[in-house]
């Protein structure tokens, strides 16, 4: 996620580090020397004009904006269901822990609550990226609790399922009523939940032949483009088609990337300093001491 302070008008005109410029000049450049042929040889290819006018590919550019938009408004959908997601994660973590440290007898060892608490955390976020979860859960949970997690596949309802086998025994033993129990199951329902969540995101992309439309369509129209502007734009052409082509070549672009909420793309969730911002709060609510928080990158990218 690209974190920036606000900037004016006239500096955002050239930023950089967080633009997806950087990413699309090959395509750029190949528009470029496309329209310079075409100025080149007055919009002919073998000889033979192409037919091409602005009314034809305005008609072509409006049906492009609108399948473009849809293509946004479903990769933006899945970027802010992610992000509620993982918003309502903190908040349950906080009411059960909350809770934890409130309703459970006096003299209950919280440690193994906290510590499986944050390593589901951990679990899940590294489930999402496909990174390996092994040093977290390590340092939170010791090696051998650790290594026996570390041969399961779904590692976070695991954690879950521990927690809530703590809470039924403590249960059997008369340690908490009937009421307590229910309220803390069902903050765990809500972590089941982000976590259910969080793995259809993951396991349902787009569907890819949406994908495939839409980038043929994009770039045999960028093509196009300069052969139907060059009889009214002349010289003008490649500057004209370069900065159109920017628009729907980057579009495209950062729709791939939120489209993927739990890559490590720069647009995607910062799920390194989400998962930190939790275990802080979880930490602070213990009166226990607090790690640093995760730093933004030299390009203001936090993962």
Known sequence: MIVRPGKSWFRLLFIW????????????????????????????????????????????GLTLAIFLAFRNNASYERFNEARHLWGNLLIAARALMSQTLRYLPSGTDRTRFIHALIACVY?????????DPGPDL???????????LLE???RPVALLDDIRNGFAGMRERGQ????????????????GKVV???????????PFAYGVLLHRTIYTYCI?????????????????CVFISYTLIALEAIANEIAEPFSLAPNALALDSMTRGIERSVLELCGLELPEEVPPSYSYQLT
């Open 123 to 131: 679990a899940l976020k590294h489930q999402l990226r496909g990174s």
């Open 138 to 148: 390590r340092r939170l949970l010791g090696a051998g609790p650790a290594a026996l």
């Open 152 to 154: 399961k596949c779904y």
């Open 176 to 191: 908490i009523s009937d009421t307590t129990l229910w309220m803390l199951d069902a903050q765990l329902n809500e972590l």
């Open 17 to 60: 580090n967080g633009s997806v410029l950087q990413s699309i000049i090959p395509q750029l450049l190949f528009v470029a020397a496309v329209s310079s042929l075409a100025v080149a040889t007055h919009g002919r290819i073998l000889g033979e004009k192409i037919p091409l006018n602005t009314t034809l590919l305005t008609l072509f």
């Open 224 to 240: 196009m483009l300069p052969f139907g502007l060059v009889d009214s734009a002349d010289l003008f052409t490649p500057l004209l």
């Open 196 to 206: 259910g969540g969080c793995e259809r995101i993951a396991s349902t992309p787009i």
